[in-house]
């Protein structure tokens, strides 16, 4: 092994009172300390009352991944764990001058090639040698397939139940873990494809609370009637094969439940949602379209809010205000999914909006001008584009939309449903691939607890046309009753095109057409569009549009 070049840092590991975690806080030399388990900073008032038990010299480090893999591998027999088992996930381990073990190498792959190693300095100090970023789980690369992925949050952990397994059957299970424990659980989604072509995906992750709320956020990226939880007796799969033996750990894997995030409730939990509700927050619309606040007191997590109108009315004028005005009022991330732009238009209408200028105007916009909106719009890369480039086939829309969310997207436009209805349904056509689409989406919004903007188009009017200025009805929307039905606010609007005067021509009439959490219905006010700044203001209250047409 090479010579390690030593700064004097002091390690004791002791129970958290942050998490709840046994060992994982440690204090080092200085006073400082963290824990591994729920990263949390700590400092002594007194560093002589830090009684530190385990003395342990942390390394600048000098080894490189060919150093590492010419290591070589020992049974780890205080864990019950064979060399065998060590082999297959390619552990390394190196010993000090002594013979006596001094850490542990836990190899981390991508495109099933290592380029990095964790290393564990006994007995719990942790450093890493190579990229760690963007990598696939602990043991993936030697995952071939089958019915079953079991996923644990540490590499001993993983060992231990492959060793059981192994031992039990005589054949390799696919179990693999978490680069970093709790802590790295959106790992998963970084591999969401991997993990979820196995039909059963098994949560085998530590007993204590922090463990377990980890579990719950791991089920819901891999999906519910895929996800299983175990339950072991001992803190971890670990201990449980120490302590108990591998019967025990088979038998918590076999055993493991299916995750479930809904219950049956009753009593003062159902004051608790009550309660909830009551309190639930709501963002008010941007103040162009101020009168939609007097009927629907703004947007919700949890919700569907359809937006339905003429052809070039400006659905997508009102709903780049809503998102920029989102960006503004709120910390939160916002996808947008927009099947009928591609990202370079819709960049380029919400840099023009933000700068109030049209992008495409004269005189031109300076590069330094642009870059400035764009700044204001993407530059803290909260607003998240779907890229289809025209096609959305090779993957599930309703995926990526998912994707979105579990990346932190808690407002979510979807433009529009009747693309998203044409991919994804099972060989289903007209309303019943509606119906799908619109109850997936019901799901994914309950789910995850987010609101979402849905654009639908209308039925082809059998009177005066949408585009002279006709108010759509609730009939008039496009596709299966689902639409209405699930959605909890439909916002109608309408401008007429082929007006004499300009005002008029730019005037868009809104309307609300349902409103399951007001239940307040009827004209909202008016909008106006303005050509030299691309935005959108209110109406002018003497204006009256809303005739009997």
Known sequence: MKKLEESPIVLKHQPCDECGSSDAKC???DGTGFCFSCNTNFKSTNIEDIQVDT??????????????????????????????????????????????????????????????????????????????????????????????????????????IHEANLRKYNRHYAVVSLPNGVNSVKAILNNLEFVRSY?????????????????????????????????FIEKDPCDELREHGID??????????????????????????????????SIPYPDCLGGLNDKL?????GEITLFTSGTGSGKSTVIKEIILDLLDKTDEKIGLISLEESVGDTAEKLIGMALQRPVAGHPPLSEEELRHGYEQVFGDERLILLDHQGSVADESLLDKMEYMALMGCKYLVLDHITIAVSEG????????????????????VKQHNVWL????????????????????????IKGSGSIKQISFDIIAFARNLVADEDYERNTIKLRVLKSRFTGRTGDAGTAVYDTKTTRLAAGSEGFDLFDAA
């Open 27 to 29: 204090y080092r030399e």
């Open 453 to 476: 903007g849905l654009i639908s188009h209308l039925r082809k009017s059998q009177g005066k046309s949408f585009e002279e200025g006709q108010l759509p009805s609730i009939d008039d």
């Open 425 to 444: 349904t099972d060989g289903l056509s007209g309303n019943e691939a509606v119906d799908k689409v619109m109850s997936d989406l019901l799901k994914l």
């Open 248 to 281: 025990a750990v088979v038998q918590a894997i076999w055993n493991a439940k299916p995750y479930s995030p809904a219950g049956i409730l009753s009593g003062e939990s159902i004051w608790e949602k009550f309660i909830e509700r009551k309190n639930i927050q």
């Open 55 to 160: 003395y342990k010299q942390y390394s600048n480090q000098l080894e490189t991944l060919q150093d590492i893999s010419n290591y070589n591998s020992y049974p780890l027999a205080s864990r019950g764990i064979s060399k065998d088992v060590v082999d297959y996930y390619n552990v390394k381990m190196s010993v000090d001058t002594d013979g006596r073990p001094e850490a542990h190498y836990y190899p981390f792959t991508s495109n099933g090639s290592i380029v990095a190693y964790k290393k564990r300095e006994l007995p719990k100090a942790f450093s890493t040698v190579g990229n760690f970023k963007d990598l696939e789980l602990f043991g993936q690369a030697q995952c071939s397939g089958g019915k079953k992925l079991i996923i644990t949050e540490g590499e001993l952990d993983a060992m231990a």
């Open 199 to 231: 039909p059963e995906v098994i949560l085998a992750f530590d007993m204590d609370e922090v463990g377990q709320a980890a579990a719950n956020e791991a089920a819901k990226m891999v999906g519910i009637g895929k996800a299983k939880i175990a339950k």
């Open 297 to 301: 007191e703004g947007i919700r997590h």
